[in-house]
């Protein structure tokens, strides 16, 4: 089967940093999307790894490990605006994405 | 400005009525799809079509139909046969240089 695997809910602190892991189990694999979706919105794109490694792009950095199954999230200086569910996808070939169930993050003062 | 349009933003239908959601891009993106999202779960896909005129199931296409007769849309039909239709519905188009998919802001539909 596909699976794919994140936390439910994480809390952190304003100005801290956090690490949102997601692990995937797929039939196929080209790529893997975080996106992130503040409540009751449509979910926008942060980053796309296809490679293994770092990639980082300002606050954000995603990392991925093909051979592991495992890519992680990494927020920086995180803001009150940061609070959001964060949705792991991979993208399996032939134009299907296949999304985990999200982490929610909390961001406290 | 490019995006993508979903209307309306919420809906309210009787048990048993079909309805009809309405997806439209300028992105002149040749892939569009709609995915269902129920509170603690992830997105599933529902249908997807690459080009016009062609359309794929996705996982849990029971009880739903689609069209893609212009490039443009992608309208989604909740038929009376799907047994728990009320949900957040997101319809998204990607281009295929990228795969980055961009999303509508929703329809939230409520069967009573």
């Known amino acids: 089967g596909q699976n794919i695997d994140q936390p439910t809910e994480m809390t952190a602190t304003e100005g801290a940093i956090v690490q949102i892991n997601c692990t995937y189990q797929t039939s196929g694999f080209n790529g893997l999307f975080w996106y992130q979706q503040h409540a009751g919105e449509a979910p926008t794109f942060l980053s796309y790894?296809?490679?293994?490694g770092l990639e980082e792009k300002g606050r954000f950095s995603s990392f991925l490990s093909r051979s592991k199954g495992y890519s992680y999230l990494l927020l920086k200086e995180l803001q009150m605006k940061d609070s959001a569910s964060y949705l792991c996808?991979?993208?399996?070939?032939?134009?299907?994405?296949?999304f985990g169930a999200g982490t929610r993050l909390f961001v406290k003062a | 400005d490019g995006g993508i349009t979903q209307s309306p933003k919420y809906l309210f239908r009787k048990e048993g009525q079909n309805v009809t959601l309405s997806c439209e891009q300028n992105?002149?993106?040749?892939?569009m799809y709609w995915y269902r999202q129920d509170p603690g779960q992830g997105l599933r896909l529902i249908y997807y079509?690459?080009?016009?005129?062609?359309?794929q199931k996705g996982d849990i296409a029971e009880g739903y139909s689609v069209s893609r007769e212009k490039k443009e849309s992608f309208p989604l039909t909740v038929t009376s046969a799907q047994k728990n239709p009320t949900a957040f519905y997101l319809c998204?188009?990607?281009?295929?240089?990228?795969?980055?998919?961009?999303f509508g802001q929703g329809t939230r539909l409520t069967v009573v």
């Open positions: 992105l002149n993106h040749d892939a």
């Open positions: 998204a188009s990607s281009g295929t240089d990228y795969t980055e998919a961009f």
């Open positions: 790894n296809v490679l293994d």
């Open positions: 996808a991979v993208e399996t070939g032939g134009f299907k994405t296949i």
């Open positions: 079509s690459q080009i016009v005129n062609d359309f």
